[in-house]
């Protein structure tokens, strides 16, 4: 089976491994409608290509992804199950076959939150992780308010969601976020080699354990991401969030407090 890049997700098949790289480094990575349309399909394929065996996500060499785009997402915010951003929430968080991320970087908003439904997370050792949703006048998504609650417990998850600040790959490590931490300079084929090693497992196994793993709670995934999505369509359009991202591409301070 074929896969083909777009102008800024780079596809590659390495033997049992697909890789999927965000390649648009000259604005951190930050995701469009498109981007995500091009993720959606290629694990979709790759979830029927008998080769593929393990899906690995990865960033540039000094970024993962900076998470949304917010322009994109302030020109047409779209976020129901039929977009682009739903296809590749449902197909991420559900697919049958292992998932596996190497942090490198900046890892914020939904390149933290995307690390929850992998299997396998590797960072570099300068990697940083935020998930700054209330900051910009917003609610969390991916399923992140129920799945960093079950992780860490309510008062850690409260701290990384209401705060929105940054943590280090050490401490995302020591939270359960990501599974190790690689050197920078060698985490892309370290991670790589971690892939390769889980696609010679029998595969047939390697699902029905990733199965039997998360069959009690997908159900319980599929319903926060819908409730979750509501409320961000919501907040999208609130006026907090239009001071927020006004302030976001002006570079200063949002005001919040005329609000209530």
Excluded: W
Excluded at 109 to 134: K, N, R, W
Excluded at 207 to 225: E, N, P, S
Aim: include cysteine.
């Amino acid at each position: 089976m074929s896969y083909s890049s777009s102008e800024h997700i780079s596809i590659a098949q390495d033997d049992r491994v697909l890789r999927l790289r965000f390649n648009r480094p000259d604005k951190k990575n930050a995701i469009t409608r498109d981007m995500y349309s091009t993720l959606a399909t290629a694990i979709e394929r790759a979830n029927r290509d008998s080769v593929v065996r393990v899906i690995l996500i990865e960033g540039s060499s000094d970024c993962f992804t900076s998470g949304n785009d917010l322009s994109d997402f302030m020109n047409a915010p779209q976020t129901g199950p039929d977009s682009p951003v739903g296809r590749f929430l449902e197909v991420a968080s559900t697919t049958p076959k292992p998932l596996m991320a190497a942090v490198t970087g900046i890892a914020v908003g939904i390149g933290t939150t995307l690390l929850l439904h992998c299997d396998l997370a590797y960072a570099s050792e300068s990697a940083q992780f935020s998930m700054p949703f209330v900051n910009l006048g917003l609610v969390p998504e991916f399923g992140s308010s129920l799945l960093l609650p079950q992780l860490m417990g309510h008062r850690r998850a409260a701290q990384l969601l209401m705060f929105g600040e940054r943590f280090d790959a050490a401490t995302a490590l020591k939270l359960g976020v990501i599974n190790e931490i690689f050197p920078d300079d060698t985490i892309a084929d370290d991670a790589l080699a971690r892939a390769h090693q889980l696609g010679e497992q029998p595969p047939s196994a390697l699902r029905q354990t990733k199965q039997l793993m998360k069959q009690a709670v997908l159900g319980d995934i599929a319903k926060q991401i819908q409730i979750e999505s509501k409320h961000f369509a919501q907040m999208l359009t609130a006026p907090e969030a239009k001071e927020a991202f006004q302030a976001f591409l002006q570079k200063r301070k949002p005001e919040f407090s005329s609000f209530e």
